[in-house]
């Protein structure tokens, strides 16, 4: 059991890592090759934070556990809002000026309203994993669109993206880094997977509560570091925006990895219990943001925190369902 805990731990300290040098180095050498930093900025370091997940959610929907894919998608949409952005509007409430983050919120109410009605019948099948990935790559062209809009008008969250591109960094580099992420990711997603499943076992936790719990949280933990870097920097609409694409990413592109790889029927709860609370701190988010103050203050980040903890608090007491 010690055993599991401690490759636990270094499986996600190199889930995070490698992903982090995975996105530098692609990000860099697409600078290198001069691609447009706008475009860098909506593909690469959006989907970075969201690395993590879909490496995870392909190594569990190939050992045949579709439950934990899922659970760790919901679980970590959860996590994000809840957990992560909860703490960081305490640490430093939150303004929101951009309006790349006022459109991408009722996109991403949209994106959640869509898993709730590819899991009504507990099954996520090949054609429902296509469909998500095939939006995922619409939802990147649609929102290309608005930050080039947005950027012409000068909206902060372009500027913010951008000014986060590495630079100075040579293409032997880039690509060493890259090289690295690629070989490291999968490797480290493995020993998590496995050293979860040992530990659900030994507690008798369910395949979809460790996607929701101990596999969620770990793989948020990108989200929150870029949460609070960005809040150092000033920078409150990328803090959001990191968070809500990361949501609408995990949807669509994460979730659709499973039901591409291991088509299967899921446990009821994900859709009758996790769904829901899913679908609750999405609405939280969108009635904070887009409120007339526009910023998530210190208060509303308690309230996101005191869910957060009152969902995993039913979870562990309920740990086998």
């Known amino acids: 059991m010690l055993e599991a805990i401690v490759l636990l731990s270094i499986g996600l300290a190199l889930l995070v890592w490698s992903a982090d040098r995975l996105v530098f180095g692609a990000a860099a050498l697409a600078k290198n090759l001069g691609v447009a930093p706008l475009v860098i900025g909506m ?17 569990a929907a190939l050992d045949g556990k579709t439950d934990t894919a899922v659970g760790n998608v919901l679980g970590s949409n959860i996590a994000n809002i809840a957990l992560i952005l909860g703490l960081t509007a305490l640490l430093k409430p939150l303004a929101i000026s951009s309006g790349i983050i006022r459109r991408e919120l009722p996109l991403m109410m949209v994106v959640t309203l869509l898993a709730g009605a590819l899991l009504w019948d507990n099954h996520l099948g090949f054609i429902e994993g296509v469909l998500l990935v095939i939006l995922f790559v619409i939802f990147l062209l649609v929102m290309l669109k608005i930050s080039r809009n947005a950027k012409a008008s000068g909206d902060p969250l372009a500027k913010e993206q951008e000014s986060e591109i590495p630079d100075g960094v040579s293409n032997k580099a880039a690509l060493v880094w890259v090289v690295i992420g690629l070989v490291l990711l999968p490797y480290a ?5 496995d050293s979860a499943v040992t530990i659900a076992k030994y507690f008798g936790m369910s395949d979809l509560v460790i996607g929701l719990t101990i596999i969620a949280i770990g793989t948020s933990l990108p989200e929150l570091a870029a949460s609070i870097a960005s809040i150092h920097k000033g920078e409150d609409d990328m803090a959001v925006g990191n ?14 990895i499973p039901g591409l790889l291991n088509p299967s029927v ?5 859709m009758g219990r996790d769904y829901y609370v899913m679908l609750g701190v999405s609405i939280l988010l969108v009635l904070m943001a887009l409120g007339k103050r526009r910023r998530i203050n210190r208060v509303e980040g308690a309230v996101l925190i005191c869910c957060f903890v009152a969902y995993q608090g039913y979870l562990f007491y309920n740990l086998a369902a």
Do not use: K, R, Y
Not at 189 to 193: G, P, T
Not at 266 to 270: E, F, K, Q, V
């Open 43 to 59: 593909t690469i370091l959006a989907m970075g934070s969201s690395a993590p997940e879909m490496m995870v959610s392909a190594t």
């Open 189 to 193: 997603a493995s020993m998590l997977v």
């Open 243 to 256: 968070i809500i694409g990361s949501n609408v990413f995990n949807i669509l592109a994460v979730m659709g």
């Open 266 to 270: 899921l446990s009821p709860l994900a």
